[in-house]
């Protein structure tokens, strides 16, 4: 199985910035998914994009998504502490069965 | 009210042991997963039941045993516990069988000495 890779693995940023995160993958895909997770708890599931959307928002966040280069982006404005977590990107491969990035762990120094 | 519950949540066990986590959901969803986050946080599915039924069964090793009574509960037995076991497992659901959202349990840290 192929999964997704996430760039950078580990970001750290001050309180109040924007920080932004890539995935890439190698499939086609009907949708993708962000998750996120705090330490120790399981996925959070935050946006979805599907495969003829370019740009989706939710509250803070913004995906967006160029299947010509198989590539998805999550930012998200204005940082708070509680935003430190690592957030996964997801997409199906085949239609059963939900494939993840490895990861982009994030540090929100207040 | 918690949407999808697993016990327990801390596992500690010897190796060649036997154990069970639990998992329920009460999202009236008709799919159910079992994942594994291993120590680098990579995230993979073992198995998947829809209604019951398996639908998705990675290559995992025969030691594991999924189990589901009814639709909202998705057992996993492990015998003969090994050290390479040790990660943490992660149950989930959806609605349908190509669910988009899945929604996760809190997961359950198992460690085997």
């Known amino acids: 199985s192929q999964q997704g890779e996430e760039d950078p693995q580990a970001l750290s940023i001050q309180e109040g910035e924007n920080a932004t995160m890539n995935c890439s993958y190698k499939?086609?895909?009907?949708?993708l998914q962000w998750y996120r997770q705090n330490s120790g708890r399981g996925l959070v599931h935050l946006i979805l994009?599907?495969?003829?959307?370019r740009e989706k928002h939710s509250g803070r966040l913004r995906v967006t998504l160029d299947t010509s280069k198989k590539s998805s982006s999550l930012l998200i404005t204005a940082s708070r502490a509680a935003d430190t977590a690592s957030y996964f990107c997801?997409?199906?491969?085949?239609?059963?069965?939900?494939?993840f990035g490895q990861g982009t762990r994030l540090t929100i120094n207040p | 009210d918690t949407a999808v519950s697993q016990t327990p949540k801390y596992l500690v066990t010897q190796m060649g042991n036997d154990k069970s986590i639990k998992c329920e959901q009460n999202?009236?969803?008709?799919?159910m997963y079992w994942y594994k986050q291993d120590s680098k946080k990579f995230l993979k599915i073992m198995f998947s039941y829809n209604n019951k039924e398996l639908i998705i069964n990675e290559t995992v090793p025969n030691r594991f045993s999924p189990k589901s009574p009814d639709k909202a509960h998705l057992n996993l037995h492990i015998n003969s516990l090994e050290l390479g076991d040790s990660a943490v497992y992660f149950c989930?659901?959806?609605?349908?069988?190509?669910?988009?959202?899945?929604?996760f349990g809190p997961g359950t840290r198992l460690l085997v000495l």
């Open positions: 999202l009236g969803h008709d799919t």
């Open positions: 499939t086609s895909i009907n949708n």
């Open positions: 994009i599907r495969s003829n959307e």
């Open positions: 989930a659901s959806s609605q349908e069988v190509a669910g988009e959202t899945q929604y």
């Open positions: 997801a997409f199906y491969q085949g239609a059963q069965k939900l494939v």
